[in-house]
């Protein structure tokens, strides 16, 4: 499909640059939206940051375009969804002296 913009003025070139980026944004967090959806608050969820060892926590809060994931040691992680994956039952993942389930417990998720 081919679009001549010729016929438009620079103003209203301007004013379809904005709605085509609005909606871009749009679609943008439909998508992340989509994704948060598989996940619920109080899933055990892993993720790996660059240059970081793979961290697991506990999706604690749906953000706008991210979710809260919070670790074991208390460390808050604002993290797109697209970078989430399952981690293991919060009764086999152990880290140093507390895990998962002894997390959720104290945040009042089951």
Same mark, same amino acid.
């Given at each position: 499909m081919? *679009? &001549? =913009? $010729?016929?438009? @003025?620079e103003s209203e070139l301007? $004013? *379809?640059n904005h709605k085509i980026v609005e909606h871009l944004r749009f679609l943008n967090q439909k998508r992340a939206h989509t994704k948060m959806l598989a996940f619920k608050v109080g $899933?055990? /969820?892993s993720f790996k940051p660059e240059g970081h060892l793979p961290i697991v926590g506990i999706? #604690? !809060?749906?953000?706008?375009? @991210?979710? #809260? /994931?919070?670790t074991n040691v208390g460390q808050h992680?604002? /993290? &797109?969804?697209?970078? =989430? !994956? !399952?981690?293991? &039952?919060p009764e086999k993942v152990k880290h140093g002296k507390a895990n998962v389930h002894t997390l959720k417990m104290k945040l009042g998720l089951k």
């Open positions: 081919k *679009i &001549s =913009l $010729d016929q438009f @003025t301007i $004013d *379809i $899933d055990c /969820v999706l #604690t !809060r749906y953000n706008k375009k @991210t979710v #809260t /994931v919070i992680w604002n /993290v &797109s969804p697209n970078f =989430l !994956r !399952r981690a293991e &039952s």
